[in-house]
């Protein structure tokens, strides 16, 4: 079974920056879109960033564009999600995903695995 670990999230003040990194077992991730995907509480889980597979495609939802920067790097099977100009709006877990599919496209629609999540707290 597929399993993503996340870390990195914290306590930060606004306009602090984090980064958060997921790793993913052998070479399943290598090959497909990940993504990064947001829930609050009381709000669904939203759509924050994702990335194909290999780096040439990017897409952010409009509420992070210009402060959060998603990247990958294969040899050691991790995405990274920068958070920059956190507000407190960005307050929430995040969770690392992937997509089933093989060479496919980004979208806002999560793939099938995901990781535990992990918390980034915004102090205003």
């Known amino acids: 079974q597929v399993q993503l670990v996340e870390s990195g999230g914290g306590l930060v003040q606004a306009g602090g920056s984090l980064r958060l990194s997921c790793t993913a077992p052998?070479?399943?991730?290598?090959?497909?879109?990940m993504g990064w995907f947001r829930q609050a509480p009381g709000k669904d889980r939203e759509f924050v960033a994702g990335?194909?597979?290999?780096?040439?495609?990017?897409d952010y939802a409009n509420s992070v564009k210009g402060r959060f920067i998603i990247s990958r790097d294969n040899a050691k099977n991790t995405v990274y999600l920068q958070l920059n100009s956190l507000q407190f709006e960005d307050t929430a877990v995040y969770y690392c995903?992937?997509?089933?599919?093989?060479?496919?496209?980004?979208?806002?629609?999560?793939?099938?695995?995901w990781g535990q999540g992990t918390q980034v707290t915004v102090s205003s």
């Open positions: 052998g070479l399943s991730a290598t090959r497909r879109t």
């Open positions: 995903n992937m997509q089933s599919q093989i060479l496919g496209g980004v979208s806002g629609t999560p793939g099938p695995f």
């Open positions: 990335i194909n597979y290999n780096g040439g495609i990017t």
